[in-house]
Nanobody, 114 residues
């Protein structure tokens, strides 16, 4: 059983940056594909970015060039560096780890507002 804990969310002004972390325990983390998703109030949860076992990455068009996903398997952690944040990035951000099973974290709130 894998447990995922997100952290690093908060309130930031437009144009600012945050780095989210997704810390995993209870599994062989390097064997998981890990993605970040977000859900804004009243909207469906949507894909943000994903990093594969071989460190390949993919991004939603809305965050390309602004967000960077990375992983440190020695620390069992995946990061989401978010730059150039805009109010439309406001959401609860979740990480998801997938191997034979799928696990979700509890989410971390990101609010972009002046």
């Amino acid at each position: 059983q894998v447990q995922l804990v997100e952290s690093g969310g908060g309130l930031v002004q437009p144009g600012g940056s945050l780095r989210l972390s997704c810390a995993a325990s209870g599994g062989v983390f390097s064997g998981y594909v890990v993605g970040w998703y977000r859900q804004a109030p009243g909207k469906q949860r949507e894909f943000v970015a994903v990093i594969g076992r071989a460190f390949t990455t993919s991004y939603a068009d809305s965050v390309k060039g602004r967000f960077t996903i990375s992983r440190d398997n020695a620390k069992n952690t995946v990061y989401l560096q978010m730059n150039g944040l805009q109010p439309e990035d406001t959401a609860v951000y979740y990480c998801k780890a997938t191997s034979y099973d799928t696990y979700w974290g509890q989410g971390t709130q990101v609010t972009v507002s002046s």
